[in-house]
C-alpha cells in the first residue's frame, strides 16, 4: 500500500505512477482472481457487468487497484487522481472503470479514456462538495483492439450493432412471452384482430421501448398477473415495435412503423411507452394527423408516458454523453441485472468503446431528447391533438439501503431537480405547445418510494397506477 496527500506524485508499481490533486488517501494493488479472498471478492463488479465486459471484447489486464480516499478538498481545479501507466500498444485502445464501493454496495460506476501515453484521471462531482468525500474505490483497465476510427465509421459500426440486435420488427405479445425475447415477428394473420373493423371500442395496445432497450427488456417487469389483465382487457390486441433508438430519431422510427402497417388497415391504439418511446408515441400521434398513412386509418386513444423526456434530459446532448453512459452503466448494473440489463449493457459497452477511442458517432435517436435541440423544439412546438389522452408517471429517485450509491448521487449535480437518475422528473408530464398534462393523469413518486428509471414496470405503486389508466 502507498500513501498519498494532495499534490503528491507516488509510484504505484515498477511501471505505473499516481499524481494526486486536492486528495489525500492510499493505493494498493490487488492481487490474484477476482474471486481469491473476501477483499477481493468484496470488491469486483457485479457478475453481470463482467460478462457484459468480456463479451463486447473488453480484456481485463489485471491492474486492479484500490483507491482509500480519506478527504477531499477544492483545489485549483477539481480534486482528482491522475494515474500513469505504460502506452497502449498499437492497435489497443484502453479505459480504465472506477467503481465506488462500500459495505452496503457499490455507488457510481464511471468510465474513464486512458490517452496513448497512458495516462487516465479519475475524478467524481461528490469529490468537490463542500465538506469534501471520503470512501473507496476500485480500479480497473481494460483494453480492445481498435482499427483507425472517423465519425462515418463508427456510425456504421453502431448502425450494425443495432440491425444486430435491435431491429426494426413489431412483435406480439402473449402472457406467455411477453417478458422473453422471441425469434418470431408478428405473424401477418394477426392484423385481422388489431383492425377496428368499424367498431369503436375495438383498441388495440402499442408497446414502445425507450434508448438502448427493446420491447421484452422495457415491459418484461409488468407482474404476469397484470400483464394478463392488459391481454384480456384487449382482447390480446397487444402487441410491440421494436425498433432503433441511437442512429433514427422518434421521426423515422414512427415511418419504418407506418411502413409495416398494412395498407388499408383501420387501426385505434392505446399506446404505453416507457422512456424515449415515449417521443415515439408523440410523433406516432402527430403522423396520424398528417396525409402521410396511405389509406391507412390511425387513431389514437390514450398515451401512457412512463419517465419519458418531453422536457428532454441533459443526459442527452452531446457533450454529457460520457455522463450518460456512467448512469447507464450504473443503473443497469448496480440497480438492474439479469439478462435485460446484459442486453441493454452491450449497446453502452459499444459506446463506451467509441468514446474510448476518440470517434464520435452522430446519434440522432439519442440527441432527439435533448431539450436544447433541434428535433425535441420541434416535437414541442405540434398543437394538441384532438381525442387523445395523455398520462404520465414520472419519479424523483433517491436510493434507499444503498448508502454507497446515496452518497454519490447527493453531491450529483447533473441535474438541478428531482430526477429518476435519466430523465427530470418535472418534465415527464410537458408538452410544450399543447401544454402539461393535467393534475389528475400525473403522477410523480416521490423519493422515499425510490422507483428509479428501469424499475417502474416492476413495483406495485407505478405498475398499479399504469393498469389503472389502461384497465380502468
Same mark, same amino acid.
Given at each position: 500500500?502507498?500513501?498519498?496527500?494532495?499534490?503528491?506524485?507516488?509510484?504505484?508499481?515498477?511501471?505505473?505512477?499516481?499524481?494526486?490533486?486536492?486528495?489525500?488517501?492510499?493505493?494498493?494493488?490487488?492481487?490474484?482472481?477476482?474471486?481469491?479472498?473476501?477483499?477481493?471478492?468484496?470488491?469486483?463488479?457485479?457478475?453481470?457487468?463482467?460478462?457484459?465486459?468480456?463479451?463486447?471484447?473488453?480484456?481485463?489486464?489485471?491492474?486492479?487497484?484500490?483507491?482509500?480516499?480519506?478527504?477531499?478538498?477544492?483545489?485549483?481545479?477539481?480534486?482528482?487522481?491522475?494515474?500513469?501507466?505504460?502506452?497502449?500498444?498499437?492497435?489497443?485502445?484502453?479505459?480504465?472503470?472506477?467503481?465506488?464501493?462500500?459495505?452496503?454496495?457499490?455507488?457510481?460506476?464511471?468510465?474513464?479514456?486512458?490517452?496513448?501515453?497512458?495516462?487516465?484521471?479519475?475524478?467524481?462531482?461528490?469529490?468537490?462538495?463542500?465538506?469534501?468525500?471520503?470512501?473507496?474505490?476500485?480500479?480497473?483497465?481494460?483494453?480492445?483492439?481498435?482499427?483507425?476510427?472517423?465519425?462515418?465509421?463508427?456510425?456504421?459500426?453502431?448502425?450494425?450493432?443495432?440491425?444486430?440486435?435491435?431491429?426494426?420488427?413489431?412483435?406480439?405479445?402473449?402472457?406467455?412471452?411477453?417478458?422473453?425475447?422471441?425469434?418470431?415477428?408478428?405473424?401477418?394473420?394477426?392484423?385481422?384482430?388489431?383492425?377496428?373493423?368499424?367498431?369503436?371500442?375495438?383498441?388495440?395496445?402499442?408497446?414502445?421501448?425507450?434508448?438502448?432497450?427493446?420491447?421484452?427488456?422495457?415491459?418484461?417487469?409488468?407482474?404476469?398477473?397484470?400483464?394478463?389483465?392488459?391481454?384480456?382487457?384487449?382482447?390480446?390486441?397487444?402487441?410491440?415495435?421494436?425498433?432503433?433508438?441511437?442512429?433514427?430519431?422518434?421521426?423515422?422510427?414512427?415511418?419504418?412503423?407506418?411502413?409495416?402497417?398494412?395498407?388499408?388497415?383501420?387501426?385505434?391504439?392505446?399506446?404505453?411507452?416507457?422512456?424515449?418511446?415515449?417521443?415515439?408515441?408523440?410523433?406516432?400521434?402527430?403522423?396520424?394527423?398528417?396525409?402521410?398513412?396511405?389509406?391507412?386509418?390511425?387513431?389514437?386513444?390514450?398515451?401512457?408516458?412512463?419517465?419519458?423526456?418531453?422536457?428532454?434530459?441533459?443526459?442527452?446532448?452531446?457533450?454529457?454523453?460520457?455522463?450518460?453512459?456512467?448512469?447507464?452503466?450504473?443503473?443497469?448494473?448496480?440497480?438492474?441485472? *439479469? &439478462?435485460?440489463?446484459?442486453? =441493454?449493457?452491450?449497446?453502452? #459497452?459499444? @459506446?463506451?468503446?467509441?468514446? +474510448?477511442?476518440?470517434? %464520435? $458517432?452522430?446519434?440522432?435517436?439519442?440527441?432527439?431528447?435533448?431539450?436544447?435541440?433541434?428535433?425535441?423544439?420541434?416535437?414541442?412546438?405540434?398543437?394538441?391533438?384532438?381525442?387523445?389522452?395523455?398520462?404520465?408517471?414520472?419519479?424523483?429517485?433517491?436510493?434507499?439501503?444503498?448508502?454507497?450509491?446515496?452518497?454519490?448521487?447527493?453531491?450529483?449535480?447533473?441535474?438541478?431537480?428531482?430526477?429518476?437518475?435519466?430523465?427530470?422528473?418535472?418534465?415527464?408530464?410537458?408538452? *410544450? &405547445?399543447?401544454?402539461?398534462? =393535467?393534475?389528475?393523469?400525473? #403522477?410523480? @413518486?416521490?423519493?422515499?418510494? +425510490?422507483?428509479?428509471? %428501469? $424499475?417502474?414496470?416492476?413495483?406495485?405503486?407505478?405498475?398499479?397506477?399504469?393498469?389503472?389508466?389502461?384497465?380502468?
Amino acid at each position: 500500500m502507498v500513501d498519498f496527500r494532495a499534490g503528491d506524485t507516488v509510484r504505484i508499481g515498477d511501471r505505473a505512477s499516481l499524481k494526486s490533486t486536492g486528495v489525500n488517501g492510499s493505493v494498493a494493488k490487488l492481487t490474484g482472481a477476482p474471486g481469491n479472498g473476501a477483499r477481493a471478492n468484496a470488491l469486483r463488479p457485479p457478475d453481470h457487468l463482467a460478462a457484459a465486459i468480456a463479451n463486447a471484447g473488453m480484456r481485463d489486464l489485471e491492474l486492479d487497484r484500490e483507491v482509500t480516499i480519506e478527504s477531499t478538498a477544492r483545489a485549483a481545479g477539481r480534486p482528482k487522481v491522475l494515474f500513469e501507466h505504460d502506452a497502449p500498444p498499437p492497435g489497443e485502445c484502453r479505459v480504465a472503470l472506477a467503481a465506488t464501493v462500500g459495505d452496503d454496495g457499490y455507488g457510481m460506476l464511471t468510465w474513464h479514456r486512458m490517452d496513448a501515453k497512458g495516462r487516465f484521471a479519475v475524478e467524481r462531482t461528490s469529490w468537490n462538495a463542500p465538506l469534501g468525500w471520503a470512501g473507496k474505490l476500485l480500479v480497473k483497465i481494460f483494453g480492445f483492439a481498435v482499427e483507425g476510427l472517423g465519425a462515418a465509421v463508427a456510425e456504421h459500426l453502431v448502425t450494425a450493432m443495432e440491425e444486430r440486435s435491435h431491429r426494426y420488427r413489431l412483435r406480439a405479445c402473449l402472457p406467455a412471452s411477453y417478458a422473453a425475447d422471441v425469434p418470431d415477428d408478428m405473424p401477418g394473420a394477426m392484423w385481422a384482430d388489431l383492425v377496428t373493423g368499424g367498431a369503436a371500442d375495438r383498441r388495440a395496445l402499442l408497446l414502445l421501448h425507450g434508448a438502448f432497450g427493446r420491447s421484452h427488456t422495457a415491459f418484461g417487469g409488468l407482474p404476469p398477473a397484470q400483464f394478463a389483465r392488459l391481454h384480456r382487457a384487449y382482447g390480446g390486441r397487444v402487441f410491440a415495435f421494436d425498433h432503433y433508438t441511437l442512429v433514427h430519431d422518434p421521426a423515422e422510427n414512427v415511418r419504418r412503423l407506418v411502413g409495416m402497417i398494412p395498407d388499408g388497415s383501420d387501426l385505434h391504439l392505446d399506446v404505453l411507452t416507457h422512456s424515449r418511446g415515449g417521443l415515439v408515441a408523440r410523433e406516432l400521434v402527430r403522423h396520424a394527423t398528417t396525409a402521410h398513412l396511405g389509406r391507412r386509418r390511425l387513431r389514437v386513444g390514450n398515451v401512457i408516458f412512463v419517465g419519458t423526456p418531453n422536457g428532454g434530459t441533459i443526459l442527452a446532448d452531446a457533450q454529457h454523453r460520457d455522463d450518460l453512459l456512467d448512469r447507464m452503466t450504473t443503473l443497469l448494473s448496480v440497480l438492474g441485472g *439479469g &439478462s435485460a440489463a446484459t442486453e =441493454a449493457l452491450a449497446l453502452v #459497452l459499444e @459506446l463506451v468503446k467509441l468514446a +474510448a477511442a476518440g470517434a %464520435s $458517432a452522430e446519434l440522432p435517436g439519442l440527441t432527439s431528447m435533448d431539450p436544447r435541440g433541434e428535433y425535441l423544439r420541434g416535437l414541442n412546438t405540434a398543437r394538441p391533438s384532438p381525442g387523445v389522452t395523455y398520462h404520465a408517471l414520472g419519479s424523483d429517485f433517491e436510493p434507499s439501503g444503498a448508502e454507497m450509491l446515496a452518497q454519490d448521487l447527493a453531491a450529483d449535480l447533473i441535474f438541478p431537480s428531482g430526477n429518476d437518475l435519466i430523465v427530470p422528473s418535472e418534465g415527464v408530464g410537458e408538452l *410544450g &405547445s399543447s401544454g402539461s398534462i =393535467a393534475s389528475r393523469n400525473t #403522477l410523480i @413518486l416521490t423519493p422515499r418510494e +425510490a422507483v428509479h428509471h %428501469s $424499475a417502474y414496470f416492476s413495483l406495485p405503486k407505478p405498475s398499479e397506477r399504469i393498469m389503472s389508466w389502461l384497465c380502468p
